[in-house]
């Protein structure tokens, strides 16, 4: 792959928090970077925060009897 925006090589990228809006809500969220000059190459919900979110909703939600 290739950094679309300094055309480096891209072997890995950098992870980085990043506030998500989502609605009127804020979401944590991560951004994708090029090692080389920081560009964002994509943003998405944190996978932790979606794993956490539909954890504690399902601890929350009733129970069949």
Do not use: W
């Not at 090029?34 to 954890?55: F, H, K, M, R, T």
Request: glycine content about 4%; proline content about 15%.
């Amino acid at each position: 792959m290739i950094c679309p925006n300094c055309q480096a090589p891209i072997a890995h990228v950098n992870v980085e928090p990043i506030p998500i809006q989502f609605g009127l809500k804020p979401f944590r969220g991560v951004a994708y970077t090029c090692p080389e000059c920081s560009a964002i190459l994509s943003v998405q919900p944190d996978p932790g925060a979606v794993q956490n979110a539909l954890l504690q909703a399902l601890a929350q939600a009733p129970r069949p009897s």
